[in-house]
């Protein structure tokens, strides 16, 4: 649990940051450098074992920024434990939903692709 | 009336509130005519307090020492003693410091902020074996502690803090912050570990979101956004 609360979570904020601006950078480069976006190009990049995993790298750090950017809004505007908990868990599960969605996608074509 | 005849009324409208009597609070206008001499917004309100007695208001010192005078002066939170009474736009609106519960009129009740000061343990911990005379610091030792013991405890910086006004009950906020950066930062003090690990919580010291009105308003021109960012620095160095 130390790894959501006080000193861990702001680091992992900052460190997800980090992630994400590499990302945004990399895409931005990919999309002035290069032909321009098709469904060849997504398609090849989300096949390609090495744009697999860096896809999955990308949501999980989107979540997790994600987590402690909204758990923090929750911790701050509201303090009615009847709420608060439902909504955080519910919040927690959907992340973790979307990442284990995506990571078995990109799974999923490398088994069927075998 | 003022014997220089160069001073003009300045008109003052105050929150007043008495839970004794008043269902609800309300704004008081007054006109007040400061004498030779009066320069600051707290001159005008002790002549206001002869006019009117019932008005209350906190006051000691009456040059930014003390720390009881804190109020919110059209909007911004400061001291009446360090405001000037040239420059302010008229009327001015005094309100008690906001996001603290009221006793009467401008003054608020202090009881949780000072329990969060208290909570930081403001005193030198050392349980070494303390030397026949003073314990020794150098001059860079104790320039560490400029821009920290320098704090009077106004609460000026807390009742301007959003995240203190969320949640005042369990985020130290910027004054004790400020002042558990004081002891953290001396080098005489062997407590340092205790402290991060009491100030590593996510409510305690990471509310904080570095919106900085705290050293924005800090009538003493102190930076308790900057201790909060020190004491982020060493709780990061602690743990690798
Ligand atoms: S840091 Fe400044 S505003 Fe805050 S309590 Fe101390 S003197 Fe007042
Ligand atoms: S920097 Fe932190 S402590 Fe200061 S006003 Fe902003 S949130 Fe409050
Ligand atoms: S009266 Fe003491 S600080 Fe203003």
């Known amino acids: 649990m130390r790894l959501f609360l006080g000193q861990r979570a702001w680091m992992l904020q900052r460190a997800t940051a980090v992630v994400l601006l590499i990302f945004l950078a990399a895409a931005a480069a990919m999309l002035l450098a290069g032909p321009p976006l098709s469904y060849e190009r997504w398609h090849a990049l989300a096949t390609s074992p090495h744009g697999a995993v860096l896809i ?3 949501f999980a750090a989107l979540a997790l920024h994600g987590w402690i950017g909204i758990r923090d809004i929750v911790l701050d505007y509201l303090h009615s434990p009847a709420v608060r908990l439902p909504l955080l868990g519910l919040i927690a599960l959907v992340l973790i939903a979307i990442v284990i969605r995506v990571a078995l996608t990109m799974a999923a074509h490398f088994m069927t692709a075998g | 009336m003022s014997a220089g005849g160069e001073e003009e009324d300045v008109r003052i409208s105050i929150y007043r509130f008495n839970p004794e009597t008043d269902a609800k609070p309300r704004m008081q206008d007054y006109d007040v005519m400061p004498e030779a001499g009066d320069k600051k917004l707290l001159d005008a309100l002790m002549r206001l307090k002869t006019v009117d007695d019932s008005l ?3 006051r000691s010192c009456r040059e930014g020492v003390c720390g009881s005078d804190a109020m919110n002066i059209n909007g911004r939170n400061g001291l009446a003693c360090l405001t000037s009474l040239a420059g302010l736009k008229e009327p001015v609106v ?4 906001p996001g603290f519960p009221v006793i009467r009129d401008l003054i608020v009740d202090m009881t949780q902020f000072f329990a969060h000061y208290h909570a930081i343990k403001p005193y030198l911990i050392n349980d070494e074996l303390a030397p026949e005379r003073e314990r020794l610091q150098t001059p ?8 920290l013991y320098e ?6 910086c807390s009742a301007f803090c959003p995240s203190y006004w969320w949640n005042p009950d369990k985020f130290i906020g910027p004054a004790g912050l400020l002042q558990a950066y004081r002891f953290i930062s001396d080098s005489r003090d062997t407590a340092t570990a205790e402290r991060l690990a009491y100030l590593d919580d996510v409510y305690r010291l990471y509310r904080c979101r570095t919106i900085m009105n705290c050293t924005e308003v800090c009538p003493k021109s102190l930076s308790p956004s900057h201790a909060i960012e020190r004491i982020r620095l060493a709780l990061v160095r602690e743990s690798s």
């Open chain 1, 56 to 58: 999955v790298v990308l």
């Open chain 2, 56 to 58: 209350s208001f906190r």
């Open chain 2, 94 to 97: 005094l309100r008690p410091l």
């Open chain 2, 140 to 147: 860079e030792e104790r320039d560490r502690l400029n821009g």
């Open chain 2, 151 to 156: 704090c009077i405890l106004c609460a000026c």
